[in-house]
């Protein structure tokens, strides 16, 4: 149990964090090329332009993803803090709820639309769209596992007679 544990851990790290800051670096890198050729060698080339934009929308979604497990996500909270700290566990219980139906019912065409595009290739990397835009049925995998794990924290916290301001955002690795 203790190493499927370390390998799921490592899963999640690995593409939350190692996999969006290589995309970060790639993005940056890809701009610093384009800009070096094009204005110190008069050279336009087409690749880091495209390269940059895919692993900028890489960075977005493996961002999004991390800043659902850990509680980062911008939230407009004034009424929300003035709940009593129960009734904010079911509101989280029933947005994570919400939110985790969602994206298994969208989960099945995502990926039948990432299959169908396998075939069409970007105009300068001639890469298939589907590796461009697969970090999307990856960002919707990690997010139902995160909507998850915050759902069965605030229910066992729910249930325990803390009375205290923690919520499912605080599950850690």
Not at 50 to 70: D, H, K, P, V
Not at 77 to 90: F, R, S, W
Not at 119 to 141: D, E, G, N
């Amino acid at each position: 149990m203790e190493l499927l544990k370390r390998i799921y851990k490592f899963i999640i790290i690995f593409f939350e964090e190692v996999l969006s800051t290589a995309a970060l670096i790639t993005c940056a890198s890809a701009i610093v090329i384009q800009v070096f050729y094009r204005y110190f060698l008069n050279i336009s080339l087409e690749w880091p332009f495209e390269l940059s934009i895919y692993a900028y929308i890489w960075t977005l979604y493996l961002g999004a993803a991390w800043g659902i497990r850990e509680g980062h996500h911008v939230k407009f909270n004034i009424l929300y803090d003035a709940l009593p700290p129960k009734v904010q566990k079911m509101i989280n219980i029933i947005f994570n709820t919400i939110t985790t139906v969602v994206f298994i019912i969208i989960f099945k065409p995502v990926w039948e639309y990432l299959l169908f595009n396998y075939r069409i290739k970007t105009v300068a990397l001639k890469i298939p769209w589907t590796y461009v835009f697969m970090v999307f049925s990856i960002f919707l995998t990690l997010t139902i596992i995160h909507n998850i794990e915050h759902i069965i924290c605030d229910i066992k916290s729910l249930f325990t007679n803390k009375d205290d301001d923690t919520t499912g955002d605080e599950v850690k690795y």
